[in-house]
């Protein structure tokens, strides 16, 4: 990492990307319950927080569109669609990135060793810094999960949890913020 770049993640130059928790998907995924409650806590307190959250969904009319607790949590976004299995080949996401100021980029979803690792490198290659929250990540067995993690690893991303990172962008306790984002932990 750069020597002048901040260690932590900040509200003011990251955002929030979700990729393809999709109907189709998810029932081959391993621990789907656990990783869709991961993610709708990161959403929810990406939005307490005001961090901009993107969504994507990998063809759409072949594997459903988002699962419900995701879709309830991200409100009335509009998925990015996408046949690339990056999300960087999302037409118009690439822009919107941009167009946020986003410089640091927190990356959950499925499948870890296929859409989610091919965006986090297409990311990295880009010029941003790449988080992944790693609890919030899976494919559909635990061996490619974690070669998946292993190479966004190697390649550069930096691995994160979800209550790691909210707690890192809250950067203080006693607030209201505080309050709100600690029932989404509990």
């Known amino acids: 990492m750069e020597p002048n770049l901040p260690r932590r993640l900040r509200r003011d130059r990251t955002a929030l990307l979700v990729v393809d928790f999709q109907e189709r998907l998810l029932p081959a995924i391993h621990d789907p319950e656990s990783v869709v409650a991961a993610a709708v806590q990161l959403i929810r307190g990406a939005r307490e927080l005001d961090v901009p959250v993107l969504l994507t969904e990998q063809y759409p009319r072949g594997l459903g569109p988002t699962v419900e607790p995701v879709r309830t949590a991200v409100g009335a976004l509009t998925a990015f669609e996408k046949t690339a299995f990056s999300a960087w080949g999302a037409a118009g996401l690439p822009e919107r990135l941009r167009d946020l100021g986003a410089a640091d980029i927190l990356l959950c979803g499925i499948e870890a060793h296929v859409c989610v690792c091919q965006t986090a490198l297409d990311l990295l290659d880009a010029g941003f810094r ?3 929250a790693e ?3 899976s494919s559909r067995t635990r061996a490619n999960r ?3 993690l292993d190479r966004m690893r190697q390649a550069g991303a930096l691995p994160v949890s979800v209550e790691m990172v909210l707690f890192e962008l ?8 505080f309050k709100r984002v600690l029932k989404l932990v509990k």
């Open 130 to 132: 790449v988080f992944v």
């Open 135 to 137: 609890d919030a990540v």
């Open 146 to 148: 974690t070669i998946g």
């Open 170 to 177: 809250l950067t203080r306790a006693g607030t209201e913020e």
